[in-house]
């Protein structure tokens, strides 16, 4: 069994540990080739604000909205009370109305409903889970941690203007910059017992009021670009739910219409995993050959010769490997340096169609240097390899960022007042 450890410098790295380990748990994202970094800045770019984690997009507002009744609390009765420890209830409430409210109409993502009805409760809540979202479509108007933030608001003398992000500047386009331009906690009306009826479903008002945030905060991504749009809103829901994100970038005819930079931020991201998957594949074959069966190394001895086969269409006359080092940049992502010399050297050694023997090497070495005593293809490793290893895919949260659009959508075709029930 392994265990992990880290030295916990912040409530900022406490939190990206935690993230860590919840992709951890998902099948085909174990990272063996240090190439998630990359990825990361990619999904940054496509779907900012969404995370692998994320369920459902009510969660959006109902953290917001737990702050805000907070706020609204005496001063004596905020000083008596810790907010982490009033979050904390709230969000168990959430999920035990969210719930009962859903008994008779059972739906995916409830976050924690397996406790609902014990004694336990989740570990990790929505806050955490949607707070880098809640910050950048400006839901929260701050830029600190959730537990910073946590403390200070909590503290009833301290001046909110000074928990709030920037200035104008840094507004933008916010629709709602102007009239709550003193406001921390930003979003739609709600009940006083809005805990007490809650669902999953987004009302017409909390819908319009979600797209319309996205839309003003990240415009030029894939995610504001799709909601700016209601029939490539449409077109996008109408695909067929099995396509990842390759076949999104390579068949998807209304990519056409988005700006120039965003397309050819797609098209990098597409043509980065179509390289980069082969680098997995062989790291596979080579598992198979020292740990593994000789059916499953023929198996994937078959997918690296597809994959070869597929590359002779490659475009490379629009490919720019330092467009990746742009990306991871522009979102203040550190790449290893043994991971930016594999991946040059990787691709430079397939556009150059170098020999098997001489990418396998790179492979191991970039294995060697990734996962260090871990690597399965260091010479004293001893254990059974019986199915894939690593990443399988990369889809750049397509998969989450379709749900959020399709609650968003659904709830704008529901009726004023009432919640997108379905």
Not at 2 to 28: C, M, Q
Not at 69 to 82: C, F, I, T, V
Not at 281 to 287: K, P, S, T
Request: charge should be negative; charged fraction near 30%.
């Amino acid at each position: 069994m392994s265990a992990i450890g880290w030295v916990d410098f912040s409530s900022e790295h406490r939190e990206k540990v935690k993230s860590v380990i919840d992709l951890l748990s998902t099948p085909g994202v174990v990272d063996e080739l240090g190439i998630g970094v990359i990825r990361d800045s990619f999904s940054d770019s496509l779907f900012p604000g969404i995370s692998t984690i994320q369920t459902r997009a009510k969660y959006f507002l109902t953290v917001p909205r737990i702050f805000k009744d907070y706020e609204k609390l005496p001063a004596h009765k905020r000083r008596r009370r810790k907010l982490a420890d009033y979050l904390n209830d709230h969000e168990n409430q959430c999920m035990e109305w969210m719930v009962e409210n859903h008994y008779e109409d059972p739906q995916d993502g409830i976050i924690g409903e397996s406790f609902a009805n014990k004694q336990g409760e989740v570990q990790r809540k929505p806050s955490s889970a949607y707070w880098t979202g809640i910050r950048q479509f400006g839901l929260i108007r701050t830029n600190l941690s959730l537990q910073v933030f946590c403390r200070r608001f909590a503290n009833p003398d301290q001046p909110l203007r000074d928990l709030v992000e920037g200035n104008d500047k840094l507004k933008g386009d916010d629709p709602d910059a102007s009239e709550q331009a003193n406001e921390t906690i930003n979003g739609p009306d709600y009940e006083d017992d809005w805990i007490e009826d809650l669902t999953i479903h987004l009302s017409h008002e909390e819908a319009s009021f979600l797209s319309r945030q996205i839309e003003a905060r990240v415009p030029l991504s894939l995610l504001g670009q799709i909601l700016l749009d209601s029939d490539v809103r449409r077109k996008f829901l109408d695909l067929p739910s099995d396509w990842n994100f390759t076949t999104l970038a390579d068949e998807a005819k209304f990519l056409d219409q988005f700006p120039e930079k965003l397309q050819r931020t797609i098209a990098t991201a597409r043509d980065f995993w179509q390289l980069m998957y082969g680098a997995h594949i062989r790291y596979n074959c080579l598992l198979q050959e020292k740990h593994g069966t000789s059916g499953l190394r023929d198996e994937f001895e078959g997918e690296w010769a597809e994959w070869l086969a597929e590359l002779q269409s490659f475009p490379w006359q629009r490919w720019d490997t330092g467009r990746l080092w742009e990306q991871t940049k522009l979102h203040h992502r550190r790449v290893k340096e043994y991971t930016i010399d594999f991946v040059q050297s990787w691709i430079d050694g397939v556009c150059e169609k170098a020999d098997t023997d001489h990418l396998d090497k790179l492979v191991t070495k970039q294995e060697r240097f990734n996962k260090k005593g871990r690597a399965r293809l260091q010479p004293t490793a001893d254990e059974s390899v019986g199915k894939w290893i690593g990443i399988a895919d990369l889809n750049y949260r397509l998969t989450q960022a379709r749900t959020i659009i399709r609650d968003i959508d659904r709830g704008l075709a529901a009726s004023e007042g009432d919640d997108a029930g379905y």
